[in-house]
């Protein structure tokens, strides 16, 4: 396999495959390509190789990101991504995903890595609703979250404070004992120790040997201007704890703006309508209008119709990539006067004569040079005619 195949193709999902049916995939082909099913099948472990590479890429949601906008380019030759599927071997692959055929099949695939390592604790998400000028602008907020954390007590043994966990008599510490299934080697989790290779005879009175313990924080989050809906942003080290010393999941704040009364977003540019009267329209005038930072004054130009717009430069939403503001879009929406007094429908009356007189003009002139004159061209010529007889 010189040239490198689309990760989405390699497992075998669409592009809109969410995380749990991502992993189901992988886990089907790792188990169809496993080097213990297929020994010495050169081809084999590198359908192996690819597969954990492709889900090593895609299960990150950065790197998936970086994946979908730039392709391998992205973690090729120093690029924004890092590298992509960096295993040095197979224990390497084990190490990072040898839970998956664990969850699976309730043992971990023979000969690499034992229950207790260290494991990278789970990504948490938090969805936050915010109001429109904060999305503009940005502000710095707190959330309160209520998650796993580890346990102040025991500090994360999981024993009585003074005391400790002692090794697992059955599987001397490994966690884990050796069975053959077949034509090949698998090792089981231990069920005395259930895989972790000590056994706590005295457990923490506060979470009763878990660990962890539920318990409510507040973290600071700074929502940078020019957010929208959708938007994603990503803290670092504030997921669920790792497990035995692994480092902690991240936590995704999905952000969700809430609609505005007067504006509208258009990617970085805002639009907000404003009704003028038809004489405002006809005549220009000049305007008040609300702006994000409050409100200015425009120039509506002499003849404006329904439908036009006026901008105003630089009051817009900043852009998230460069920093730099779209503009405000003001457009005309004409209103009918109503409850008009004698004076102004009389006026409106003349106004319509007026028209109406421009309009029988010009339907004169018109016939005047189309039909007719051909008419009276033709009543010359029948005149013309009679003379001569």
Same mark, same amino acid.
């Given at each position: 396999m010189s040239e490198k195949r689309d990760y989405y193709e390699v497992l075998g999902v669409d +592009? $809109?495959? @969410? #995380?749990?049916?991502?992993?189901?995939?992988?886990?089907?082909?790792? %188990?169809?390509? !496993?080097? &213990?099913? $297929?020994?010495?099948d050169q081809e084999a472990e590198e359908r192996f190789k690819e597969a954990a590479e492709a889900y090593e890429v895609l299960s990150n949601p950065e790197k998936r990101q970086l994946y &979908?906008? /730039?392709? !391998?380019?992205?973690?090729? $030759?120093?690029? *924004?991504?890092?590298?992509?599927?960096?295993?040095? &071997?197979? =224990?390497?692959?084990?190490?990072? /995903?040898? &839970?998956? /055929?664990? @969850?699976?099949?309730? /043992? +971990?695939?023979?000969? +690499?890595?034992?229950?207790? +390592?260290? *494991?990278?604790?789970?990504?948490?998400r938090y969805d936050l609703k915010i109001d429109f000028n904060d999305a503009a602008f940005g502000r710095e907020t707190e959330l309160d979250l209520e998650k796993m954390v580890?346990? @102040?007590?025991? !500090?994360?043994?999981?024993?009585?404070?003074?005391?400790?966990a002692r090794t697992?008599?059955?599987? *001397?510490?490994?966690?884990?004992?050796?069975?053959s299934q077949g034509f090949f080697s698998v090792k089981s989790v231990c069920p005395r120790c259930r895989g972790q290779g000590t056994i706590i005879t005295d457990p923490c009175p506060k979470c009763q040997g878990q660990k962890q313990v539920v318990a409510r924080k507040k973290v600071e989050l700074k929502i940078p201007a020019g957010v929208d809906s959708d938007s994603?942003?990503?803290?670092?080290?504030?997921g669920e704890p790792g497990v035995n010393g692994g480092p902690p999941g991240d936590l995704y704040v999905f952000i969700h703006v809430k609609p505005h009364e007067t504006f509208e977003r258009r990617e970085n540019d805002v639009v907000c309508k404003v009704e003028l009267s038809f004489v405002q329209a006809a005549l220009g005038d000049e305007i008040?209008?609300?702006?994000?930072?409050?409100? =200015?004054?425009?120039?509506?130009p002499k003849g404006t119709q329904y439908g036009d717009t006026i901008s105003l430069t630089n009051y817009g939403i900043p852009?998230? *990539?460069?920093? %730099?503001?779209?503009?405000?879009?003001? =457009?005309?929406?004409?209103?009918?006067?109503? $409850?008009? #007094?004698?004076?102004?429908e009389e006026l409106m009356h003349e106004y319509l004569e007026l028209e109406s007189e421009k309009l029988t003009s010009r339907?004169?002139?018109?016939?005047?040079?189309t039909g007719g004159g051909s008419a009276k061209s033709a009543k010359s010529a029948k005149s013309a005619k009679a003379a001569k007889s």
């Open positions: +592009r $809109n495959v @969410d #995380s749990a049916e991502l992993k189901t995939k992988y886990r089907k082909i790792a %188990l169809k390509y !496993h080097p &213990d099913r $297929n020994p010495g &979908d906008q /730039f392709g !391998h380019q992205a973690f090729e $030759n120093g690029g *924004r991504g890092g590298q992509a599927g960096g295993f040095r &071997d197979f =224990e390497d692959i084990f190490s990072s /995903f040898g &839970d998956i /055929f664990e @969850d699976f099949f309730g /043992f +971990r695939s023979g000969g +690499r890595g034992g229950q207790t +390592r260290a *494991r990278r604790g789970s990504d948490l580890v346990c @102040d007590e025991c !500090h994360g043994s999981g024993a009585k404070p003074g005391t400790e697992c008599d059955q599987c *001397r510490g490994t966690g884990q004992f050796v069975r994603r942003l990503r803290l670092a080290g504030e008040v209008v609300p702006t994000l930072t409050g409100e =200015e004054t425009i120039q509506v852009s998230l *990539r460069t920093g %730099l503001p779209g503009d405000q879009i003001v =457009e005309v929406i004409l209103k009918s006067p109503r $409850n008009m #007094s004698k004076r102004q339907i004169k002139r018109i016939f005047t040079k």
